[in-house]
């Protein structure tokens, strides 16, 4: 198949391909230029005076925190009990591999 045959049986996907990005690009530039901050927020998080609607966002901030570092700090906890176990068993087995060797030495 030659180049102009190929060229022509994808050109239309690339022609396609084309106008979404610039579609998507100028939708992106429009609502960069049409939309003001003050538009975008909503009055809780744009401006608003301290209210208990304001502290429980806080609070709510602060509860999730601190159950996302206490989950952590379990799986944490986890690793190092498995760490600390692994190292006690290996040495117990080295300690009675080496029982065992000292063991034979003396019987020959």
């Known amino acids: ?10 050109g239309g996907q690339v022609a396609a391909s084309a106008r ?4 998507s690009l100028a939708t992106v530039v429009f609502v960069a230029l049409a939309g003001a ?5 909503c009055p809780v998080c ?3 005076e301290e209210t208990s609607m304001v502290d429980g966002a ?11 570092l206490a989950v952590q700090g379990a799986f944490l906890g986890f690793f190092l ?7 006690r068993i290996a040495d117990v087995e080295l300690d009675t591999e ?7 030495s003396r019987t020959s």
């Open 37 to 41: 901050t003050s538009v975008l927020a």
């Open 58 to 68: 806080k609070l709510g901030v602060v509860v999730m925190l601190a159950i996302t």
């Open 81 to 87: 009990y498995l760490r600390k176990r692994a190292t």
């Open 46 to 48: 744009f401006g608003a």
């Open 98 to 104: 080496w029982s065992e060797l000292q063991g034979a």
């Open 20 to 23: 979404r990005a610039r579609l």
């Open 1 to 10: 198949m030659s180049f102009h045959l190929r060229a022509a049986r994808y």
